[in-house]
């Protein structure tokens, strides 16, 4: 059963401990664990069990490769014979690419969520063709904005640094994974607060359904 | 330190008391108390460059080192710098007066595709704070930009700063355009950013990756010496 978004912003979690080592290890992150368990249903995936690290490592991207390799180890030692990664490169400045290749695992592409939920092609035109002052949220950061965002930015504490922070972006593009209205208000409303304008693309699960389908097989 | 802010009078603190007291106001992103302790410094006769030095900057360094310790956080470090930026702009046309020392001329702007500037900002700052002049190109620069700056302003130092993993190459494409002109030893070439790292900044040709705001005036300190010493030897 998936832990609330408390759990998997700040500790993690994952499917199973008892492992059979024909079955394939997802490493992923916290803020992913709703739509991969998703994905994994829609598809009958059972063989696929996933472990996920805490989602507030994304506001210490440093913190991430160290964090993964110690879990891919962990994975290996309880007898996995697969591992996948679920991170894109989240700020790590490729050094995340290091330890899947040091480790001898492979990651789903892209520089970041957002990327490879819009699709990782379509992403990349946009950014060419300028949208560069976007703020972007998925499902799970507007379900976090408070946590991740306005606290951990610490607006909560500091509104007059609002302005240093965001003063750059011109709207929020909501990137929605699901068709949820009180998830598109909640977006809506952050922001609000962020002062900048609102947009709002429904992606779906963008490249993550390919990436997932390709550890399916393995 | 905010607690003991309440029965603090800062005129009533003699010199010293009072540039420490400045160094926890600083800490604490106290930005009116900071321009009141610039005006009394300067009201008893202090030298802007002194004001500037000993009491802004030696605290921004304080602030950076517990930045860097993990103690203060970014949004502590913005409230400080917002207060040092208080202080520098009623010291900056008194400095300017006055003939304070000048270290070296930077040409600083974050890269094509990229809107962050927190970081860039803060190096800034400091390297101001410092007596370097800093012309700063602000955020998405295209490489036409920097060429254009460095041509202009003839600066002894490039910085180049990205905060994304899909801008933080397009730092080479810079570096690249100063070598095709036969320039790029002409100028020291620093690069920062929160996903970059030093072996990055080798790989693209750069002199220096600089993890922080901080480190980014000691690199540019010492390469400015040894700009010095080399033409002082040749002289």
């Known amino acids: 059963m998936l832990p609330n978004d408390e759990t998997l912003t700040e500790t993690g979690f994952s499917t199973r401990s008892d492992v059979a080592p024909s079955r394939v290890m997802l490493l992923a992150c916290g803020a992913l664990a709703r739509e991969i368990l998703a994905v994994i249903q829609l598809n009958g995936w059972e063989h696929l069990e996933l472990a996920c690290l805490p989602a507030k490592l994304h506001n210490d991207p440093e913190k991430i490769p160290g964090a993964v390799r110690a879990k891919v180890r962990e994975a290996r030692a309880k007898g996995y014979a697969k591992v996948f990664v679920v991170y894109a490169d989240c700020g790590t400045g490729g050094l995340l690419d290091r330890v899947c290749e040091e480790e001898g695992v492979e990651r789903i592409e892209g520089p970041h969520c957002y990327s490879f939920f819009d699709g990782n092609d379509a992403f990349a035109e946009r950014e060419e063709a300028g949208e560069i002052t976007a703020f972007y949220l998925t499902d799970f950061l507007a379900r976090q904005f408070d946590t991740l965002i306005w606290k951990g930015f610490g607006l909560d504490r500091h509104l007059d640094i609002l302005p240093m922070m965001f003063g750059n972006y011109e709207k929020v593009i909501y990137l929605a994974q699901t068709d949820d209205p009180a998830l598109e208000a909640k977006a809506r409303a952050a922001a609000k607060r962020l002062g900048l304008a609102f947009e709002m693309r429904r992606t779906g699960y963008g490249d993550l359904t390919g990436f997932l389908a390709n550890a399916a097989r393995a | ?235």
């Not at chain 2, 106290?30 to 005006?39: S, Y």
């Not at chain 2, 702009?89 to 007066?97: D, F, M, Q, W």
């Open chain 2, 1 to 235: 330190m905010a607690d003991e802010q309440d029965d603090i009078v800062l005129s009533e603190l003699d010199d010293d008391e009072l540039v420490l007291q400045m160094h926890d106001d600083l800490y604490d992103g106290l930005r009116e108390e900071i321009e009141e302790g610039v005006n009394i410094l300067l009201g008893r006769g202090w030298q802007p460059y002194d004001v500037l030095t000993k009491a802004l900057v030696e605290g921004m360094r304080i602030v950076g080192i517990d930045f860097r310790d993990g103690i203060l956080f970014v949004p502590e470090v913005l409230l400080a710098a917002n207060a040092m930026k208080a202080g520098m702009a009623i010291l900056k046309p008194l400095l300017a007066e006055t003939g304070a020392p000048q270290l070296g001329k930077m040409v600083i702007g974050t890269v094509k595709g990229d809107i962050h500037d927190i970081g860039k900002n803060l190096v800034s700052m400091m390297m101001e704070g410092a007596g370097f002049d800093v012309i700063d190109l602000g955020i998405n620069n295209p490489v036409e930009n920097y060429l254009e700056a460095i041509n202009n302003e003839q600066p002894d130092i490039l910085g180049m700063s990205a905060l994304l993993t899909t801008t933080m190459p397009y730092m080479k494409v810079v570096i690249d355009a100063l070598k095709e002109k036969g320039i790029r030893d002409d100028y020291v070439v620093l690069v920062g950013g929160a996903p970059l790292n030093e072996e990055f900044g080798k790989a693209i040709g750069a002199d220096a990756y600089c993890r922080d705001a901080a480190v980014a005036v000691e690199t540019a300190k010492s390469y400015m010496d040894r700009k010095h010493n080399k033409l002082a030897a040749g002289a």
